[in-house]
């Protein structure tokens, strides 16, 4: 494994920093390491692998396609792409009134959307403090952690950020200037942070208050995740004009999709926008073989049934003082800054766990997640929380 590491650090930018662990295979929520060590895996490629790893029937569509047709370029309709852009529709309810954008990333799927929005005439955007929506230039620009931004300046301009989940900010912000209120129905990056009950119906009203469009990026929320097909569909009345979608949809292929509906599907015009690889059959029949696998397997259901159990595991571990999140996103917050310690305890003991804060812990899993990967991380965090405070407590003292 240490020679995978060092070929890593001399072969590969350093914009991660160094690898804790290298990875060799995968099945369902488990990995191995180049060592044979086994992992229950709590993160999944970042809320990424929703069938989990080797899933049949993803492998199965993609070596079926490939074999079919693998790459065609934008020149061509294919059954894939235009398949899923009509299962896409069909999932959010706008068959007919909605168009979708395929592409190959999350940060992609919001670059379209930013160039949409460009299209109504207005320039300005309002997006929320504790967003991430992507690392490309204009993705970036909606994004709000300085340390992303600052190398980075100046980035694609107008845009103004407000405290999440603050409606009086959002009313005080949003004036007819506004191209689009953009929002992450749950914040993901920000280690899973959900905002009031109403809060995105009334960033809807005051966005139509003020002719802007409301565009959910549901890249990380999206395609069952949360346990709905998206994120926003847990609420009543909410009808955002774009949803951004990339992570879960293609099960660990790269994929990306802008959707759009009513005024908003028609912005972009011929020659306004396009990408190579968009729409590549091979990606879209991953999709779709997500999206179908999800509906025969049941796993919206799972997702709520298996996201609930995490959550009460969670929820009764000593250190752990609020459980935050919806299905199998979820968010621990601990009593002290010794999460990263908590990454390295879980490391030792098998078990794949992401921090996206000093003490905030995030668990976004393979919606395949079973009962007994769940009956090992139930035995192992105890001792892995108690070792992560101990080796804080050491680094802290010394
Ligand atoms: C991960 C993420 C993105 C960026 O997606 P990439 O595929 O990494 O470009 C954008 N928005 C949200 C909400 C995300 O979680």
């Known amino acids: 494994m240490s020679d995978l590491k ?11 920093g160094p690898p804790a662990i290298a990875l060799a295979r995968g099945r369902g929520a488990r990995v191995w390491d180049t060592d044979g060590k086994e992992y229950v895996d709590l993160l999944g490629g970042i809320a990424v692998n929703a ?21 065609v370029s934008n020149f061509f309709a294919t059954e894939p792409q235009v398949r899923l852009a009509e299962r896409l529709l069909e999932l959010l309810g706008w068959t ?14 919001n670059e379209a959307a ?67 209120v953009v929002l992450e129905p749950i914040q993901g990056e920000a280690g899973v942070v959900v905002p009031s009950p109403d809060y995105l119906a009334a960033a809807q009203r005051i966005a139509r208050e003020h002719g802007a469009l409301l565009w959910l990026d549901e890249v990380q929320t999206g395609i069952a995740r949360t346990g709905a097909w998206f994120a926003h569909q847990l609420l009543d009345g909410v009808e955002p004009d774009v949803v951004t979608l990339a992570k879960g949809l293609g099960g660990g292929m790269p994929i990306g999709a802008t959707v759009a509906r009513g005024a908003a599907a028609t912005l972009l015009q011929p020659g306004n926008h396009g990408t190579t690889f968009g729409g590549n059959p091979v990606a879209a029949a991953a999709a779709l073989a997500v999206l179908a696998t999800v509906e025969a397997d049941g796993l919206l259901a799972a997702a709520t049934t298996q996201g609930d159990r995490l959550a009460a595991l969670l929820a009764g571990l000593d250190g752990v003082v609020a459980v935050t999140g919806a299905g199998l996103m979820r968010g621990a917050e601990l009593d002290g800054p010794y999460a990263p310690h908590a990454v390295a305890a879980g490391r030792d003991a098998g078990l794949v766990v992401n921090a996206t804060g000093p003490s905030r812990l995030r668990f976004v899993p393979p919606l395949v997640i079973t009962d007994a990967d769940l009956d090992v991380v139930a035995r192992a965090l105890p001792t892995v929380l108690d070792h992560a405070r101990a080796a804080h407590a050491q680094e802290t003292s010394s």
């Not at 060092?6 to 991660?16: E, G, I, L, P, S």
């Not at 049949?56 to 396609?65: D, F, N």
């Open 6 to 16: 060092d070929r890593y650090a001399d072969a590969v930018m350093n914009t991660f």
């Open 51 to 71: 069938l989990g790893h080797a899933h049949p029937a993803l492998v199965e569509a993609v070596t079926t396609q490939l074999q079919t047709l693998g790459h």
């Open 96 to 109: 007919g009134e909605g168009r979708v954008f395929l592409s190959n990333s999350g940060a992609e799927a």
């Open 114 to 180: 930013l160039k949409l929005t460009r299209r109504t005439g207005r320039t300005r955007l309002v997006a929320a403090e504790g967003s991430f929506h992507g690392r490309t230039m204009g993705a970036l620009a909606l994004t709000s952690k300085a340390a992303y931004r600052e190398p980075f300046a100046p980035l694609p301009g107008d845009v103004t950020f407000v405290p999440y989940d603050d409606v009086a900010a959002l009313e005080a912000a949003v004036d007819e200037t506004v191209a689009a």
